[in-house]
């Protein structure tokens, strides 16, 4: 668990915020994924999912869908505009969508 900020530079994005105290009600929908990276594969023109052979670790995962009703009843819904941050607390759960055409956001 970590704090984090995430700025918005252009456009806007949609938070599906889940406090720590929901833990219990979404912890059914984890699961566990190889520890990866991205590549960028100059012949296919794309960026690629290269899993991190070298530790063999898992990182958790959310499964679930957090817009379905018996979950986004629980979320604080709210929405970053353009010139606007976001402070995420430790231990909240989050769901991000974009808005628009184009969005430029900064994750720290």
Not at 18 to 27: C, D, I, M, S
Request: glycine content about 8%; proline content about 6%.
């Amino acid at each position: 668990n970590y704090e984090n900020l995430y700025a918005v530079v252009r456009g806007s994005k949609e938070f599906l915020l889940f406090p720590p105290t929901e833990a219990g009600r979404l912890q059914q929908h984890f699961t566990t994924c190889p520890a990866a990276d991205f590549e960028y594969d100059r012949m296919e023109g794309r960026w690629i999912v290269v899993p991190d052979a070298d530790t063999g670790a898992e990182v958790p995962w959310f499964a679930g869908d957090a817009t379905s009703p018996e979950l986004a009843e629980f979320a604080v819904r709210c929405t970053v505009h353009e010139g606007e941050t976001l402070f995420l607390p430790s231990g909240w759960f989050h769901q991000v969508s974009q808005t628009g055409d184009l969005t430029m956001a900064v994750n720290a």
